[in-house]
C-alpha cells in the first residue's frame, strides 16, 4: 500500500506565500510520477504541477511562474512552493502519486487525503 501525508495548508493573505510537502511511504510500490493537484469548492479536481519519474517539471497554465515543485526521490517526498497567492488559489489541495507495484507493470495513482489553503482578498 501506499500512505500519503500532506502538509502545510493554511490561511494567508493574497500576494504571500505558502510551502505544502507531501511525503509517501511504500514497502512494494515503486514510484514514478508525484504531483499536485487541487480542487475548489464546486469545481473539478485540477492539476497544479508534478515531476514525472523521467525528471520533467510541468505546472498548470494558472500556477506556471508563481509555483515551483521539488522532488525529492530518495524521501519520496514533492514539495510545491506557493508565491504571489492569489484568491483563486483558494481549495483543497491534493498529492498524488503513479507508479506501479512490484513486477504488475499496471499503472496506478493514489492520492493523499488534501489539505486546505485559503487565501484572503
Known amino acids: 500500500q501506499v500512505q500519503l501525508v500532506e502538509s502545510g495548508g493554511g490561511l494567508v493573505q493574497a500576494g504571500g506565500s505558502l510551502r505544502l510537502s507531501c511525503a509517501a511511504s511504500t514497502s512494494v510500490f515503486t514510484i514514478v510520477d508525484m504531483s499536485w493537484w487541487r480542487r475548489a469548492t464546486g469545481g473539478d479536481r485540477r492539476f497544479v504541477a508534478g515531476?514525472?519519474?523521467?525528471?520533467?517539471?510541468n505546472f498548470g497554465d494558472s500556477v506556471r511562474g508563481r509555483f515551483t515543485v521539488s522532488r525529492d526521490r530518495a524521501k519520496n517526498t514533492l514539495d510545491l512552493q506557493m508565491n504571489g497567492l492569489k484568491p483563486e488559489d483558494t481549495a483543497v489541495y491534493y498529492c498524488n502519486v503513479g507508479g506501479h507495484h512490484g513486477d504488475d507493470e499496471t499503472y496506478r495513482q493514489y492520492w493523499g487525503s488534501g489539505t486546505l489553503v485559503t487565501v484572503s482578498s
Open positions: 515531476v514525472t519519474g523521467g525528471g520533467y517539471t
